[in-house]
């Protein structure tokens, strides 16, 4: 039987951890209390965290308890980056992203049963902390060598940027985490990133000097685009668990957008395919990578975990209508918008609008003559359907979902007309 360690590891899923043979007789002995952390840095977390969280769950299946800790206290401080030091947000402000946060976290774990998962919020034991005892009973464990040889503090300070004693404070903030969880509810095991690993050894290190106990640490790798540009990023910023801030059709792209070298570990990090269909996958992208199968298995899988089946079957069948495979008619605003969202695009003006404008203005085409030869040439769709006159008017009757026009170049060239762009 297959260790959750050994799962781990055949998903690339171990960066670094504390003493892994410990660790190791730790989680076969029983049940294991582990957390994950989450600062409310945002209104939405992002596919980037879905690293963490998916992980999270993998443990809980594997017969461990999960504590998600939401840092309403830690928030409010911000973690310290390579470079520039973060805004703070009003308490206000941090308090509502605690509650969007939470309830992004809490449908992949199981609340319920013997390994019943726990949300917590570190401002209930931060905030009635006063500084005096803040330094006496937690600061004086921390040795200032050990904070400044942190690699993100060494380079701050070494910037021009510097760093402040507030972002400086933060990896005593969340050693003192740990500590409380351990007595609280004695967790064993903090997962997090890899550029977190200082940070959990902070908690690590206080565990053992306060408590003369063992706990143990385990980061997950940060993935990173073949360019090595943080994931999840696009050129339209970032790509969030909220649908309101992105929906699922620019998500569900976003995955089927992988390139071939990329998609076995995303399989192998995202979805919870078992080994044989990964393995498969991986042929498949080898001997058929024209097919795209592995990239359609991806995208179908994550979409499913944070959208839903429904959300994901309307985004296919967006996809499909788009080229003609499916029907345009039976697509609703929303769903429509959100498809034609990246088109080249152009405003529509209805009884006025004719096929050689649409073709033109939307960049289709290079002109108004190149557009004719496109029509005479059998190459222009309008909704999908082959337009052989140049001179045809788009009018109210053409509208999909009161809005919009598609227009087609060829096989795959499209571009949007909106009636309601100015």
Do not use: C
Request: proline share 4%; hydrophobic share 40%.
């Amino acid at each position: 039987m297959t260790t959750i360690l050994e799962e781990l590891d055949w998903r690339g899923l171990i960066a670094q951890s504390t003493d892994r043979e410990a660790l190791g007789e730790l989680l076969d002995a029983g049940p294991v209390t582990f957390y994950g952390g989450f600062d409310p840095s945002a209104p939405s977390l992002h596919v980037g965290n879905l690293v963490l969280i998916l992980t999270m769950r993998r443990f809980q299946l594997a017969g461990h308890r999960p504590v998600g800790l939401v840092g309403g206290a830690t928030g409010l401080i911000g973690d310290p980056r390579m470079s520039g030091e973060r805004t703070l947000n009003a308490p206000d402000v941090v308090a509502g992203w605690v509650g969007k946060i939470r309830a992004q976290i809490e449908p992949y774990l199981d609340f319920d049963g013997p390994t019943a998962a726990r949300m917590v919020n570190n401002l209930d034991w931060t905030a009635p902390l006063s500084a005096i005892d803040f330094l006496r009973d937690v600061g004086k464990h921390f040795r200032l060598g050990t904070m400044l040889a942190k690699e993100t503090v060494a380079r701050r300070l070494a910037s021009e940027d510097g760093l402040s004693f507030t972002e400086f404070s933060y990896q005593i903030l969340q050693g003192m985490d740990y500590l409380e969880l351990f007595r609280r509810d004695d967790v064993r095991l903090q997962l997090g990133g890899n550029d977190q690993w200082g940070n959990l050894l902070s908690g690590v290190e206080l565990i053992r000097k306060v408590e003369g106990a063992g706990a143990h640490a385990l980061t997950t790798p940060l993935i990173t685009k073949p360019d090595g540009t943080k994931f999840g990023k696009t050129e339209g910023g970032s790509i969030w668990l909220d649908p309101e801030l992105t929906s699922p059709y620019a998500f569900y792209q976003f995955w089927f957008n992988a390139a071939d070298a990329d998609v076995g570990g995303y399989l192998r990090v995202f979805t919870f395919l078992s080994r044989e269909e990964i393995e498969a996958l991986d042929v498949a992208v080898r001997e058929r990578p024209g097919a795209r199968e592995a990239q359609r298995a991806l995208a179908a899988s994550v979409t499913d975990l944070v959208h839903g089946a429904q959300a994901r079957e309307r985004v296919e069948r967006a996809s499909r209508a788009l080229f003609g495979r499916d029907d345009l008619d039976a697509l609703d605003e929303r769903t429509l918008a959100d498809a034609v969202a990246e088109l080249p695009s152009a405003p529509l003006r209805p009884g006025e609008t004719t096929i050689v404008d649409a073709l033109a203005e939307t960049g289709l085409v290079s002109g108004r003559n190149a557009a004719r030869r496109a029509v005479d040439e059998g190459g222009a769709y309008v909704n999908n359907v082959k337009v052989d006159d140049a001179d045809r008017v788009l009018a109210v009757e053409d509208l999909l979902a009161d809005r919009f026009v598609l227009v087609r170049r060829g096989r795959r060239t499209l571009g949007v007309l909106d009636a309601r762009a100015t």
